[in-house]
């Protein structure tokens, strides 16, 4: 019996223990992490018949035929490496979900930021076309659940992040889609060039590719990926790389796909600029699987955006709180800032990121009254606003406090919107991003709910 071990107790690494034990092979699970939920898992599938490792530290053995990483593993650790070096194959979850779900058709959806929209999008609008064809990756299931699935779906929607590329190495999409690329992960892939090569070498496997002409980096050096690409624009057909024929761009206040108006720009609900670049995506994607526009259309009217990426979450006092915890970039938070009316009281801080933030400050400058400082960043960006003269900021600390002083610095300034955009990561104070986003819904809805005990 061949023997693998999987290393991370998450969603993946157990979707991917169920998969290779459904197909007979002897399983090992690891997790550095020890927690009374991840005891409980343990207990679960020692009775399915995988081992499981807490508190344990991977080593490879000689024993081993397979390594599979979850995606928040860093791909060049020493243990793997030195998995490597023993000639033990070495795979990520969603290589190994590949592997099992060849028959169906992928849409491989990467990029810094715009992937998990898009990603959501693309779903919406395939299921409103009466196909299954669930998200999964960052978003939704992991890929291995799809393949432990009775049905193998008839497409597979993955948003895959350059973690996954790099451990995906024979992933092969049906249509390659690259959102954007700005500088992120710098911490694990050094480079800016280094983190384009991945980025790419997942679109270079792709059948056909779908790249986003507005993007500065991907039109300067994507151009040679492939004779099949279709090219997005905002900005119209003259701004398209290559065939205008393939291109999907915006005319007239409609998305034109392939020669053809498809749908209005009106009719998507989110806001911002770079939300139409994610509808023409998502609308080129639908067009190459061969979808009618009038499931597109439907589709995307009725779509009502994704959790904490500029998701309203209530109004008080008429200001509007937005929740855009899931820009965790210099970049993603420039963004958010452009999409919303000013004056604007923002609500910045976590772990910090490395990158270029100018455009992010140059924002600020433009449209905001206020800057609320939470996290271990505080401090960082205290100074990086007094740099740009910049003085109106506070140092807050915690959310809560943010939210109650957010509420009042609104009201006095005047602001239209209460926005935490905070372009950090949110592991200072948060598992992740979803719940730091969680944490800012449940504060402003009990603002609300005081407000009204008050009356």
């Known amino acids: ?87 033990i194959e070495t ?96 911490s694990r892939h050094y480079t800016i ?39 997005t624009s905002i900005k119209g057909k003259a701004n398209l790389v290559g065939d205008i024929a393939k291109g999907i761009y915006i005319e007239d206040g409609w998305v034109v796909a392939r020669g053809e108006k498809t749908v209005s720009v009106e009719s998507l609900r989110m806001l911002g600029n770079h939300n139409q670049q994610n509808l023409l995506m998502a609308v080129a ?24 990426r500029l998701e309203y979450i209530c109004t008080w006092n008429g200001v509007d709180f937005l929740n855009d915890s899931k820009a965790t970039n210099y970049d993603a938070a420039a963004v958010g800032l452009s999409a919303v009316p000013e004056p604007v009281l923002l609500i910045a801080g976590g772990e910090a990121k490395e990158g270029n933030d100018n455009d992010w400050l140059r924002r600020i400058k433009e449209k905001v009254a206020a800057v609320l400082l939470i996290g271990d960043a505080a401090e960082t960006f205290a100074k ?4 740009i003269n910049f003085h109106n900021y506070e140092i807050v600390g915690e959310m809560e406090r943010a939210v109650i002083r957010g509420a009042a610095l609104a009201k006095k300034y005047d602001a239209k919107v209460v926005l935490l955009s905070p372009a950090c990561a949110s592991f200072d104070q948060y598992q992740n991003f979803e719940q730091r986003g969680e944490h800012f819904r449940e504060l402003c809805l009990k603002l609300i709910s005081e407000g009204r005990r008050k009356r």
């Open 1 to 87: 019996m061949p023997k693998t071990h999987i290393i991370g107790l998450g969603k993946s690494g157990i979707a991917a223990a169920r998969l290779l034990k459904k197909n007979g092979w002897e399983v090992e699970l690891s997790d550095r992490n020890t927690s009374d939920s991840l005891e409980q898992q343990q207990q679960n599938l020692t009775q399915e018949g995988i081992t499981v490792k807490l508190g344990y530290s991977f080593e490879p053995e000689t024993s081993l035929d397979l390594v599979v990483v979850s995606p928040g593993v860093p791909w060049d650790i020493p243990p793997l490496q030195r998995a490597r070096e023993s000639g």
């Open 91 to 186: 795979i990520g979850e969603m290589e190994l979900a590949w592997r099992y779900l060849k028959s169906s058709p992928w849409v491989g959806i990467t990029g810094t930021n715009g992937k998990t929209t898009t990603t959501s999008l693309v779903a919406a609008i395939f299921k409103t076309a009466g196909l299954n064809a669930p998200a999964c990756g960052n978003i939704g299931y992991a890929a291995c659940e799809l393949a432990l699935l009775e049905t193998p779906p008839d497409w597979v929607i993955a948003e895959i992040s350059s973690y996954q590329i790099e451990s995906s190495s024979t992933l092969t999409p049906q249509i390659g889609v690259w959102t954007t690329l700005t500088p992120d992960h710098l």
């Open 193 to 231: 060039e280094n983190y384009f090569n991945i980025k790419a070498a997942l679109l270079n496997r792709s059948k056909t590719q779908v790249l986003n002409s507005d993007d500065s980096y991907i039109r300067q050096n994507a151009t040679n990926l492939g004779d099949n690409a279709h090219w």
């Open 285 to 308: 994607v639908a067009k190459l699987a061969g979808i009618e526009k009038e499931a597109i259309a439907e589709a995307v009217k009725t779509f009502p955006g994704v959790p904490h």
């Open 384 to 387: 990086r606003l007094q740099k």
